[in-house]
Every structure is written in C-alpha cells, then in structure tokens.
C-alpha cells in the first residue's frame, strides 16, 4: 500500500552497517566506559576524596565523614543513577521502535509528567509516603498517559510525529497544572514535591531502587521478547503481519515495558527528559536499524549520559550542584534541534 | 471589483480600490478624514461579549469574603460609595478585575498575532517557549537583583525577546515553517523550564515560594501600581497592532502575495514579533505566566466571528473574558483560592486536546 512507501527506515541509519563484530567491540567499549563513569561518580562530589578513601569505605565499614560520604550519598546516588539510565534510555528506545517517531521521549510525550502527577496525588490526597505505596501510581499515570498519547497521537495514516509530540505537551500541560493546584492547596505536598521535580539522582536512597528493580526486570524481559517483532515493524505494519508478527500483542507488551521503565524512573528520580530521546539516535546511529542491538546499546549509554550529566552537573558550579535533569535538559534540547531541523524528521 | 459599498470607502486612508465584496455586511464608521470598515458580525460579537463581560466584571466585584449587592458595586463604581464598600470595590477588587480584563486581552492579541503570521492555529507563545523565556528572564531578576516592577518587566521583555530570536533563528533552514518552529520551541521551552526549576531550587525559601506561586501565574496582589504601568504598556502595544493588522492580514495570503500588495513584509514580521513578544512579557512581569489563553482565545473568536482569518479585536475581547472568567473560577468556585494561570492550564490544555483532535489531524 502507499502507506509502505511512505514508511522511511528511520532516522540516524547510515549507510555502513558495522558487522557483528564491531557491534560486540563497540558495546565493550561502551560497557567500559559505564565503569569508569560510576567509579568516577563515587569519586567525585562537592568535596574530592582520596581514592584510597574511597576504597577503605567500600570494603571496610570504617567510621569518618569522607567514608559516611561515600557509603550513605556517593554510592546509592550512582547507583540510583545506573538504574534510572538504563530505564530511561530502554524505554526512549522502545517508545521509539513502537511509534517510529523520531521526535519520541517520554519525558516530551508526558508519561513523566503522568506519573508525576499520579505520585503527588499519592503524596499530597492520600498521604503515601514511601516509594512502596506510590509506585503503583507511577505506573497507572505512565501507562495512562502512554495510551493517551498514543491514541490522539495516531492518525489513520498512521501516527505523526508532530501531532504525538503536541499531544504529549498538551497532556503533559493539563497534568501539570492540575498538579500544581494539588500542591497549592495542599503544603505538604508541595514540600515533599519540591526537589524531585526537578529530576534529581542526589539524595535518593536505595530504599527507593529495591522496590523497583523487579519491575524494571520485567520490562527488561519484556524488551528482549518484543525486540524481533518491532524489528519487523519497522518495515511497515502490512510487512510485519506477512511476517507473522502479532501486531496487538506486541504493541501491548511494549507499552507495558515503556510504562514499566518510564514509571519507575520517574518513581525514583522525578521528571528527567531527553535521556530517552538522545540515547536511541546515538544507538542507532552507530548499530543500524537492528532493534536487539539498538536496545542493548541503549540500555547501556542511557547510564553513560545520565552518569555524564550527573558528574558535570556536579563538578560545573562546585561547590554547588546542577540537579541532572537540568544538565540532560541543557544537553538534549540541542539534540531536539538538530532532529527537528534535519529534513527527515517527517517533512517538519 | 468596485461594489457599492467598497467604492464608498475608496476615501479610506491607506490604499483604496484593492477590495474584493466578500459579502459579508460591512459597517463604515467614518471620523474626520478617516473611515474605517468594520466587520458587521464582528462588532455584534465584540459588543455582545462586552455585555457579559460587564456582568462578569460586576459578579466578580461583588464577591468575596464580604459579599456585596450589584447595586453597591455599581454605585462604586460611579463614585456614590465612601468608607468600607468604596475600599473593597475600589481598591481591593477592582484592580484585580482590571488586570484581568487588560492582561487577557493582551494574550489574546499576542496569540492572534503569532497564530496570523505562522499561520498555524497551535502557535502560541507558551507552547513556542516565549512565555517561558519571560518567566526566566523575570526569575533572573527576582533572584538575583531583587529588582523593582520595571525591571521585572524589561527583564522579561528581554528573556522572551531571546528566546523568541534564538527558536526562530534555530528553526530558520530556507524560511520558516510552523511545525518546524512548534517543535524547537518546545525542545527550548522544556530547556528554560528545567532552569526555572534549578534557579527556584536554589533559591532561600521565601524567594522560591514566592517565584514558585508568581510562575504559576496569579493575580493576587496586584496593585493599582502594576496595573497602571502593566496597562499603559499594553495599551501602547494594543494600538501597534491595531495599526498593523492590516499588512498582517494581508500576509496571512502569503508573503508574495503581500510584497505585492505593497506591504514590507520583513520589517512587519519583525515589529508583530516585537509586539507580540512585547505583550507577553507585559503580563507575564505583572502575574506570571497565563498560560493557553493566547492559544484559545484567537481561535474561539475566528468561530465566534466566522472570520476567515485571524482577527485582533474579536482576540482580544474574548482573552479578556475567558481571563476574567478563570480567574473568578480559580478564586471562588475552586475549593482553595488558586492561581488562575492553574484554570486556563487544565482548561486550555483540554482545548488544545481537541484542536488536535479535529483540525491538526485533518491538516497533516
């Protein structure tokens, strides 16, 4: 159908497929880089503190305040930042192989302004307090604006970008404001409220991962299940069903997964956008439209950038720090940019 | 081409002759040596919404913690009223209904005016990032210079001139197209809006919750101060772009076609930007930003009207009432007084819903 012709291969793929090896060796590499980012995040802070140091509260339970450091703010903050990366960064990727929208983050398509808006009404109407009992929130109000989007972003030619990305403003804008009145009127909440969203990996403790890391194991399975057909559909819908892919089946198990991974990064971090925007293009741009590499590579620079942002935000104004959703936003608007001015980004 | 009633005007300033019947009832008032043509269904709409504007205006007057009559009000209003009744209309409330009135209309206009010249009905200077320019450029002074009314107001004038030039030099790439410049602006909004963020952060407690309450948009407090110096800027830029709105409908046809009509097409762009901008900034120093009505208010009065096109006057009346009428919702009917810039958000964003809904689908 006309439709097929129209479906481009996507953005960011270039000519030159690297071959399989290239692929392994360009993800050791990046895999390395991940490594030397969170000792350098446990390294580095307001305060430099001797590697030895370092080393001596990692394996002694040493008492002193550079140790207290280390083990009670350093190291859950890296680790918070580890596993909010590799959420968002699979859930960018995975929004992006499901809408084939180049423009597709789910910090700008609202889902993190959904679960934000669910946590406050957690905190601030039903007083929940601990990361256990808003989690669910979390995810409802992701999944419930995923599907928003989703359904007054697709048109019967499919889904445009633009049109997805206005409606994820748009939804995003709504939640927002019925957000603030909830925190206006209530003091409380605007109080507790007030630095997560900003989207900040300092001062989280690892009370707030544990809970979620089985979801974020789910959506993980979840990812490598549908990874084969969303390559598939890449093609074109008609070309995935000749292929025998269950298209409603996919699509379902993928929005589970993005809600899963975007919910709970929101859950643990407050609002971080752009993370999932940038990491797929780069992910692709060095793999080629291959979604299991795409999403292996994705789960993998997501920490690098989140970890990147996170340092520089804390080195920048020493002896203050910039909050790392600030930094991803400094960092991916430029990207935004550049997507929106290149030719391809569906006639903008 | 000459009918009757375009031949009569022929004595109309500008440039005569070019007018095609478009048959639609044309009312022409004549003042001194100037004529100017007005849209029949226009003025009947402007006048009918000017009526419930008043009584608006006079519901939101006498409501409060201290209800008053309708007749109280009025007789406040027209100076019969000393002590108690007097303060409260007149220096408590009437203020606030003013700025209302006088900032909606200014949104609706800056609304018109951007959704005119990119011809796109989603454009719309929160949703392109200028507003939040303004609020960066206010933030900056509130927090770091602590600065007075005028500063705040050149502050955001200047913050919104900014971001304005920066997301349409961004989006420039062989002209400008609106979806292009839509989605840069929002990529630059979200980037202001992390820093507004960071900057009320690391502001001390009572600066940030003060920024914090002002960013949401809000009447509250407003002075007869504010509204004098807010108004007399809006009103100054009111009569700019009444002046310019006809090149700017003309361009509405396209820029050719408007060069050659013998409109100077790159210098109008770039003073309908200056005023636009300029109009934002104005209300976004006094209150924060309002988010929407700029959006709604353009749109609602081309349905109103039945205009083809993009009107300024019909903009501008219905921004007044749709601010007015969020304001009074968010003090009154919501269950704790609110900032009205929450009201135009959740009831604007619904709104923009439904434009993509229905007219965005159908364009793309």
């Known amino acids: 159908m006309t439709a097929l012709a129209l479906r481009r291969d996507g953005p960011g793929t270039v000519g030159v497929v690297p071959g399989p090896r290239r692929r392994v060796l360009g993800l050791v590499v990046a895999l390395v880089a991940l490594a030397v980012l969170l000792v350098l995040s446990v390294m580095i802070g307001s305060t430099a503190i001797a590697p030895s140091v370092v080393w001596d509260a990692l394996v002694h339970s040493s008492a002193g305040i550079d140790q207290f450091a280390i083990r009670d703010y350093r190291l859950p903050r890296t680790i918070v930042g580890l596993a909010v990366g590799v959420a968002l960064g699979l859930s960018g990727a995975l929004i992006l192989a499901l809408t084939r929208n180049p423009l597709a983050d789910p910090g700008i398509l609202g889902v993190h302004a959904g679960a934000s808006f669910a946590v406050t009404v957690a905190v601030g109407l039903l007083g929940v307090s601990d990361v256990h009992g808003y989690l669910w929130f979390a995810f409802a109000g992701a999944l419930i604006v995923t599907l928003m989007v989703l359904a007054i972003g697709s048109t019967r030619q499919g889904s445009s970008p633009v049109v997805m990305v206005l409606a994820g403003v748009c939804v995003g804008a709504v939640l927002g404001g019925a957000r603030e009145a909830l925190q206006q009127t209530n003091p409380a909440a605007f109080d507790a409220m007030r630095s997560w969203n900003a989207g900040s990996t300092a001062g989280r403790s690892l009370d707030v991962v544990w809970p979620v890391l089985p979801f974020f194991a789910v959506a993980l399975v979840l990812?490598?299940?549908?990874?084969?057909?969303?390559?598939?559909?890449?093609?074109?819908?008609?070309?995935?069903?000749?292929?025998?892919?269950?298209?409603?089946?996919?699509?379902?198990?993928?929005?589970?997964?993005?809600?899963?991974?975007?919910?709970?990064?929101?859950?643990?971090?407050?609002p971080i956008a752009f993370v999932g925007l940038m990491v797929p293009h780069v992910a692709r741009w060095i793999v080629g439209p291959h979604q299991r590499w795409i999403f292996a590579y994705s789960a993998v620079l997501g920490p690098v950038l989140l970890l990147t942002s996170d340092i520089l935000g804390r080195l920048v104004i020493r002896p203050g720090e910039i909050p790392v959703g600030v930094v991803t936003a400094f960092v991916g608007a430029p990207v935004l940019i550049v997507l929106a001015r290149r030719k391809k980004a569906s006639g903008l | 081409m000459s009918t009757g009633v375009s031949s009569r005007s022929a004595r109309a300033r500008p440039a005569p002759g070019e007018r095609v019947d478009s048959g639609r009832r044309v009312l022409t008032v004549r003042w001194w040596r100037v004529a100017v043509r007005l849209d029949l269904r226009s003025v009947v709409v402007c006048l009918v919404l000017a009526?419930?504007?008043?009584?608006?205006?006079?519901?939101?007057?006498?409501?409060?913690?201290y209800l008053l009559s309708p007749g109280q009000v009025v007789s406040a209003l027209a100076g019969g009223q000393t002590g108690l009744v007097n303060d409260i209309v007149v220096g408590w409330r009437l203020p606030r209904v003013t700025a209302a009135l006088v900032f909606g209309a200014a949104l609706g206009v800056s609304g018109a005016i951007f959704q005119s010249m990119l011809r796109n009905p989603l454009a719309d200077p929160a949703v392109i990032g200028f507003s939040e320019g303004s609020y960066t450029g206010a933030l900056v002074v509130i927090l770091v210079a602590n600065g007075t009314y005028l500063q705040l107001v050149g502050g955001a004038l200047l913050g919104g001139m900014a971001t304005a030039v920066a997301v349409y030099l961004f989006a420039f790439r062989r002209g400008v197209q609106g979806f292009r410049l839509i989605i840069i602006g929002i990529g630059v909004s979200t980037l202001l809006a992390s820093l507004n963020t960071w900057l009320i952060l690391k502001a001390d407690l009572k600066q940030a919750m003060a920024a914090a309450a002002w960013g949401t948009g809000s009447l509250n407090g407003v002075s007869w101060n504010q509204v004098t110096i807010g108004g007399a800027c809006v009103l100054v830029l009111l009569l700019l772009a009444g002046m310019s709105s006809r090149p700017m409908r003309q361009m509405e046809l396209g820029d050719d076609a408007a060069a050659a009509l013998g409109v100077r097409v790159t210098s109008v762009r770039l003073g309908l930007v200056v005023v636009g901008v300029a109009l934002t900034a104005t209300v976004t120093a006094a209150s924060g930003p309002i988010a929407f009505i700029s959006l709604v208010a353009p749109q609602i009065a081309r349905r109103l009207a039945r205009t083809a096109g993009i009107t300024l006057a019909p903009a501008a009346v219905v921004g007044a009432l749709l601010c007015l009428s969020a304001d009074y919702i968010a003090q009154h009917v919501a269950p704790t007084p609110l900032p009205v810039g929450i009201i135009t958000v959740v009831l604007g964003g619904g709104y923009l819903g439904w434009l993509l809904f229905t007219e965005a689908r159908r364009r793309l």
């Open chain 1, 223 to 270: 990812a490598v299940a549908v990874s084969g057909s969303l390559n598939a559909m890449a093609l074109g819908d008609e070309m995935a069903v000749a292929q025998g892919v269950a298209l409603a089946r996919t699509r379902v198990l993928a929005i589970v997964a993005i809600t899963l991974l975007a919910g709970g990064a929101t859950a643990i971090a407050g």
């Open chain 2, 51 to 65: 009526l419930v504007i008043a009584c608006t205006a006079v519901l939101a007057l006498m409501t409060g913690s």
